[in-house]
């Protein structure tokens, strides 16, 4: 069965630093777009950025852009979000998910989500 | 900044019919922008229902169609059930790689 696997819940403090994964399951993550979305409490959906583990190709929203990182380790099938330095507007939740192919970037398939909490 | 924008809230009747809208802020929805739908209940992940404006998802039912109707993507429900009150959420692709999401339906039945 193909599965996105998400690391679990997190809680830090602002300032801190957090990567969370996303791991493919029962197939490799390579020849898909893997990207990252975010859902604020109460709120809708919200397209962060994608990349592309067979050669790095990365993309992000440019109301992301700068915020976040998006990385790979295809080795391992899974992609990876981090901040740098978390702030409590980063609450969320966080979905991965994978696109059909590489020429078609929209979303078929989800991760189970990643709660992270940043409180003081 | 591209807006997609989407009904807040929409009702309908068990056995009904609904269609839910995407729209753009500043231009008219094409094929080109992809659309792609998406169901959400409480506490779960999104479940994709509908991608590049017509093709169902492995498994999801034939009462659930995409189209473009006029400037704007449409999700519609044919034969509504109860256990389609949900969220909805479409998506478009808007050029260099970069997607957005709209502000989402929640779909009540009733």
């Known amino acids: 069965e193909v599965q996105l696997v998400q690391s679990g819940a997190e809680v830090k403090k602002p300032g801190e630093s957090l990567k969370i994964s996303c791991k493919g399951s029962?197939?490799?993550?390579?020849?898909?777009?893997v990207g990252w979305v975010r859902q604020m409490p109460g709120k809708g959906l919200e397209w962060m950025g994608i990349i592309y583990p067979g050669d790095s190709d990365t993309r992000y929203s440019p109301s992301f852009r700068g915020q976040v990182t998006i990385s790979v380790d295809k080795s391992i099938s899974t992609a990876y979000l981090q901040w740098s330095n978390l702030q409590a507007s980063d609450t969320a939740i966080y979905y991965c998910?994978?696109?059909?192919?590489?020429?078609?970037?929209?979303?078929?398939?989800w991760g189970q989500g990643t709660l992270v909490t940043v409180s003081s | 900044q591209t807006v997609v924008t989407q009904e807040p809230s929409f009702s309908v009747s068990p056995g009904g019919t609904v269609t839910l809208t995407c729209g753009l802020s500043?231009?008219?929805?094409?094929?080109?922008?992809?659309p792609s739908w998406y169901q959400q209940t409480p506490g779960q992940p999104p479940r994709t229902l509908i991608y590049?404006?017509?093709t169902r998802s492995s498994g999801v039912p034939d009462r659930f169609s995409g189209s473009i109707l006029g400037n704007k993507a449409a999700l519609t429900i044919t034969g509504a059930q109860a256990d389609d009150e949900s969220d909805y959420h479409c998506?478009?692709?808007?050029?260099?790689?970069?997607?957005?999401f709209g502000g989402g339906t929640k779909l009540t039945v009733l």
């Open positions: 998506m478009l692709y808007v050029g260099g790689g970069i997607w957005v």
């Open positions: 029962g197939y490799s993550l390579n020849n898909y777009w």
């Open positions: 590049n404006t017509i």
């Open positions: 500043s231009d008219s929805v094409s094929t080109s922008h992809h």
């Open positions: 998910a994978r696109s059909q192919g590489r020429g078609s970037s929209w979303y078929v398939g």
